[in-house]
């Protein structure tokens, strides 16, 4: 069954802005979807629409096969921002908690869980810790792990790492593939780092600006599992070049 | 407020006018909301005899209008009108606030700017700084009159010490506190610059200590005026507003308007120095609307 | 009548909150400061013949002190349950106003300026209208004084805190599908546990200066500030100051125990000030 299915979704903001103009796009079980594009281009909108943390003004969006709101009051999916927002008066192990805590899970299974999440991104022994003792980076992980305690069928990712430094943001990709094939969740991706589109994505929805639309969607047939080896890979320097192209036509489409 | 400065954002230039008159409707709805709990809850005590938590009656909770008129009454038959009394007094207070408020800004900008560059003198002043606010004023406020006119000090300037002792406080605090504020890659960036601890002062640190310091300087515009009025009480000067509020509670129970009078005088004195350094504030820290107050 | 900052945002810590926790080594510049402004004190009380209305000797304060002692704490505890009682309605009532106009917003935007406009007013001269409100030589009347000077900052500071939270940690929230009271739970009372413990240090010396300026105004004479009054009156200067050291020392432990009560409810914040350079 389809994970997200957005069909016709156009977003007008107060103001009279079109964010985002007929927007179609099938998202399967398992893939892991970039959405790249300019700034201003909707991406990270149309991923707010995904969670139904705002509403489109036209077209519909389906997850798992529900209406968003009701996906999103089933806890469907799991968010990570490009901020950890952490909440820092709870310690590491609370924070991963958070999610769990409201659905009402028990104590104990929520410990279970805490250590799973904690050895899932790396982090253990940094329980007791809060989150001003942490790096950015450590940061970002407690983030992921906080949003993946509850075993959603979906992860939602606005531009998780665009606030780390190189080494940290490539480091975290391999993390974040691992996460990835040991959960077999499905992950929507918004980022603007074109290598790091191709490097984790199985399609890459490349977009434009003013109105936002999806101006092509390029798979990504590298082969799994992924690592040091792919970035080298020529393969990957020409889908790389494709990505670029792709973007630089939806520039010059735009007749302003 | 910085609520309403986040709704401006955005929005197109045409509804200005309409906004400033929804601004100005809702003045007048606030205003007439809470005349209206004032006299309803005047009207319900008298009504149903409440005691509690005190008796309401004409002496307790006199009538809005009774205050306002009073303004426009003299005090005793022949004499001149209360308004014009208390502009008297709110000059002469005003007078002591504003020269205590620069004593104290002068003074407390100097040692936040001393304390900021030693921590030894720091860790030595700063719990004197703050155990001194716990000081209450009043208590000193004679002592501090008698010590000045014993060296042939003009009693209303003793006033504006004590008023400059109140003022001296947040503004200490708040310029140590934005002087440590400023950006630590700018910090370095000047170091890059082999500038010397004056020019990082005074192109620096300082300009990113404005926002703290008008933030304290809001506090100090009214703490000046308690300062002032808290100051004449115990000095015998007749002359203020603290004078005017100790006269009139004397006769209160005979003339209540008047006291209250008083106290709607003295509220629109605090709120006009608090509104001139809001105004400086919006003049010299043109970035920073979001700190308003 | 705020006679403490309103910070443009909350430190981490401030003031006598981390001096609390500071290392004894960090103190011996304070306790240096005062052996040395003592020794002035005294010595030069001593050597220029000082007039004691101008200023006694500390030994002199000391001594009116120790004599009066019992006296003095029956004092500064009557004065000290004013200002406590006041504190505990003016903090209380603006929690709870504060909370309900972050709620509703549209209320807050239109009250915040006045609520604003009235920190600006000298609310000290209200102090006399309280002694006709109720009996002088009762309590209430300088609780009232107190709770209304405290009302003010507390509300003003706790709409902040409450209304300052970071617009992706409600978004995050939302995702969760967890209704307004949950988000007040877990979100916005936390945020603004800072900015209230800033606000309640502020209210904490407010409270005090609020019950003995009611005190002056009229009070029973088992009370600090009619006692300071009098004293001056009669030129009975070391007793006056003795009352003023209790004072003092009343206002600091208050001030240090709501500090305290900051450490302990906002454990999680990562140690800072003024010295993070």
């Given at each position: ?231 080298e890979d020529p393969h990957f320097f020409e889908l790389v070049t494709d ?14 | ?293 | ?215 002056y105004f009229g009070g029973s004479l088992d009370s600090l500030g009619a ?51």
């Open positions: 069954m389809t994970v997200v299915a957005i069909n016709g979704v156009s977003k007008q903001f107060k103001g009279g802005t079109v964010a985002l103009r007929d927007i179609d796009l099938e998202i399967e079980p398992g893939e892991f979807v970039s959405l790249i594009g300019p700034s201003g281009c909707g991406k990270s909108t149309l991923l707010r629409i995904v969670g139904d943390l705002i509403q489109p003004s036209e077209g519909r969006v389906t997850v798992n096969g529900k209406p968003a709101r009701k996906a999103r009051e089933d806890h469907d999916y799991g968010i990570v921002f490009q901020d950890a927002v952490l909440y820092d008066w709870r310690t590491v192990s609370k924070n991963i908690a958070l999610p769990l805590e409201l659905a009402g899970t028990p104590r104990q299974e929520r410990q279970a869980k805490v250590e799973q999440m904690l050895e899932l991104v790396e982090l253990q022994g940094f329980g007791d810790h809060h989150p001003w003792q942490l790096s950015g980076g450590m940061q970002q992980r407690v983030s992921i792990a906080r949003a993946l305690s509850f075993d959603p069928a979906l992860l939602l990712m606005d531009e998780p790492f665009g606030a780390l430094d190189e080494m940290t943001r490539e480091r975290l990709n391999m993390e974040l593939l691992k996460i990835w094939a040991e959960t077999g969740s499905t992950i929507v991706f918004v980022t603007h780092s074109i290598s790091e589109a191709v490097f984790l994505s199985t399609r890459v929805a490349v977009m434009s600006a003013r109105p936002g639309r999806i101006s092509n969607v390029i798979p990504i047939d590298l082969p799994q599992p992924r690592g040091e080896a792919t970035r990505v670029r192209e792709a973007l630089h036509g939806s520039h010059e489409q735009v007749p302003s | 407020m910085s609520a309403i400065a986040i709704g401006q954002h955005g929005r197109p230039r045409v509804d200005g006018v309409t906004r400033s008159l929804e601004k100005a409707s809702l003045f007048f709805v606030v205003l007439a909301v809470l005349y209206g709990i004032w006299e309803g809850y005047r009207w319900l005590g008298i009504h149903f005899g409440w005691t509690h938590p005190f008796a309401v009656n004409d002496t307790t909770m006199p009538h809005i209008h009774d205050m306002v008129n009073a303004l426009f009454q003299p005090t005793r038959a022949g004499g001149p009108l209360l308004v014009g009394i208390l502009w008297r007094a709110s000059l002469f207070t005003a007078k002591e606030a504003a020269l205590g408020f620069a004593m104290g800004a002068v003074g407390g900008f100097a040692l936040g700017t001393l304390l900021a560059h030693s921590r030894v003198l720091q860790r030595g002043f700063l719990p004197y700084v703050v155990a001194s606010q716990t000081v209450p004023i009043l208590a000193i406020a004679p002592m501090v009159v008698v010590w000045l006119a014993s060296l042939h000090v003009t009693a209303w300037i003793s006033v504006a010490v004590i008023a400059a002792y109140l003022t001296f406080f947040p503004v200490a605090i708040n310029t140590l506190r934005g002087l440590h504020s400023a950006d630590r890659r700018a910090l370095e960036l000047m170091r890059s610059y082999a500038a010397s601890t004056w020019t990082i002062l005074w192109k620096l640190r300082f300009p990113a200590s404005l926002p703290y310091l008008f933030a304290a300087l809001k506090v100090s515009a009214t703490a000046s005026i308690v300062g002032a009025i808290v100051g004449e009480l115990p000095s015998g000067i007749a002359g203020g507003l603290g004078g005017a509020i100790l006269n009139f509670a004397q006769y209160y129970t005979f003339a209540p308007q008047n006291l209250w009078a008083t106290n709607i005088v003295a509220a629109a004195l605090g709120i006009t120095f608090f509104l001139v350094v809001l105004g400086a504030e919006r003049i010299v820290v043109r970035r920073a609307p979001e700190n308003l107050a | 009548m705020s006679s403490a900052p309103v910070a443009v945002q909350p430190l981490p810590q401030g003031g006598v909150a981390r001096m609390v926790g500071r290392r004894a080594r960090d103190w011996i510049p304070a306790i240096l400061v005062l052996v040395l402004t003592l020794g002035v004190w005294q010595g030069g009380v001593k050597a220029f013949h000082v007039k004691r209305f101008l200023l006694p000797a500390p030994s002199a304060i000391w001594t009116a002190f120790t004599n009066n002692q019992h006296a003095l704490w029956r004092e500064g505890w009557f004065t000290f349950q004013e200002a406590l009682g006041g504190f505990a309605i003016g903090c209380g009532a603006a929690v709870l106003l504060a909370m309900v106009v972050a709620r509703w917003r549209p209320l807050g935007n239109a009250l915040m300026p006045y609520a604003i406009a009235a920190n600006a007013v000298p609310i000290i001269a209200f102090a006399p209208i309280t002694n006709a409100w109720f009996n002088p030589l009762t309590k209430s009347s300088k609780m009232a004084v107190a709770a209304v000077l405290c009302f003010f900052p507390v509300f003003v500071n706790v709409v902040r805190g409450l209304t300052s939270v970071k617009p992706q940690q409600l978004e995050l929230m939302r995702s969760y599908a967890v209704g307004q009271l949950a988000v007040f739970r877990l979100v916005r009372i936390p945020t603004s546990l800072p900015f209230l413990f800033t606000s309640l240090k502020v209210a904490s010396v407010l409270a005090m200066i609020g019950a003995i300026i009611g005190e006692n300071i009054k009098q004293d001056a009156a009669l030129f009975q200067f070391e007793k006056a100051w003795a009352e003023i050291l209790v004072a003092c020392i009343l206002g600091i432990g208050f001030y240090l125990a709501v500090a305290l009560a900051e450490r302990l409810a906002t454990r999680w914040q990562p140690p800072g000030g003024f010295q993070s350079e």
